[in-house]
């Protein structure tokens, strides 16, 4: 067993025989450092850092870029903003797709369909993509609620949209699709945003882009700003506060019957008083209209002199030169205020135009569509209780 003496000579003993050591008689050293050249230096990502070292919410901008959060535009597909279309890549291939709350099929126009149907269309072709894998078997087959449809075979790619990429994500090739498509050749298909549980794949659904991409993102959450005649944003994991005012209001979803399904809390016309009542509705961008029951259709019409349900038009239409009342739809004890510009929707026949309010009649539940989602800035929450969130803007 050494002495503490013993230990402490042959410490010293070492020390001065190492040449130019930089440690000195008593113990005390300094260490040269050495400048690690294989780290590439990334500013955003250094910032970042220190937000998350202190759990700090991080500026938006800073977020997308050091995350694999994302922003793409959604432009209105024509003058009447019938539908908003996104550029999404696949594998390299970017085709403009409809994106839709209201279905849960990523599905594209492909050169699997007769090539009479791909005509005016960008297609994807499964065969120039590197990391395509067809899933042997699998089938998808789809319905909307306007009875347009499309149905065909399974694989699996890259998939990105703005910053968010994602590996391995079912994408829906079309070998057949309803004429309503055809003719719409603006799109080429659509990313469904709802929740998975209604996707149709078989024989066993496939997630979205959105419950792909969930994990990798700095919160589990989408948010969409679609604007009135203009370009709006789907952003994906933060949300962006330039985009909205005030403050926003929750509240819980139902995801039962697999969309993002609320209660509102009630609605008014224009100046006129609040009329409190529970409507079942579901936030569905890939709808167009506002689809609510019969009182609030008749009380909101009745405020529009001219306006009548015209069966030849399949629902109510008004003299294009009316000026239109608001309509304000509850949220808890929010009033979200739908502008009356935004509820003429499109020109008629003669001098009448078409209401951007509908009935919901036969529907089983009220669509608060795109003339609706257009007004708000609005947050799909996809956490482990899912919920929406609207605010002004
Ligand atoms: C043209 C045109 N412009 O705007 C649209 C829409 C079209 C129709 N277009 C010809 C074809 C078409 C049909 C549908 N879409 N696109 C979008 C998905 N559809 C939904 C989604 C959903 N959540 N709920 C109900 N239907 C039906």
Known sequence: MYGLAQIALALATLLSTTAASPIDSIGNFSVVQKLNTQFVRNGPAAYARGFKKYNKPMPHDLAVATSNDGSVNASPEDAYDSEYLCPVSIDGQTLDLDFDTGSADLWVFSTSLPSSEQNGHTVFNPSKS???????????????????????????DVVTVGGTSVSGQAVEIATQV???F????????????????????????QNTFFDT??????????????KYHAPGTYD????????????????????????WEFTGSGYAVGSGSFISSSIDAIADTGTTLIYVPDAVVTAYYKQVSGASYDSSQGGYTFPCSATLPNLILGIGSYH????????????????????????DSGIGFSIYGDVF??????????????RLGFAAK
């Open 178 to 180: 309803s004429s309503s």
């Open 236 to 259: 994906f994991g933060t949300i962006d506060s330039s985009k909205y005012t005030g403050t926003i209001t929750y509240i819980d979803v139902d995801t039962d019957n697999g969309f």
């Open 373 to 386: 989602l257009k007004s708000q800035f609005v947050i799909f929450d996809g956490s482990s209780t899912p």
């Open 130 to 156: 590197k990391n395509w894998k067809a899933l042997s078997g699998y089938k998808w087959n789809i319905t909307y609620g306007d009875g347009s449809g499309a149905s065909g075979t399974v694989g699996t």
């Open 182 to 205: 055809v003719s719409d050749t603006a799109n080429n298909g659509l990313l469904g945003l709802a929740f998975s549980s209604i996707n149709t794949v078989t024989p066993n659904a």
């Open 213 to 226: 991409a969930k994990s990798s993102l700095s919160s589990p959450i989408f948010t969409a700003d679609l």
């Open 336 to 359: 979200a205020v739908v502008p009356g510009q935004y509820i003429n929707y499109t020109p008629a026949s003669g001098s009448k135009c078409f209401g951007g309010v509908q009935s």
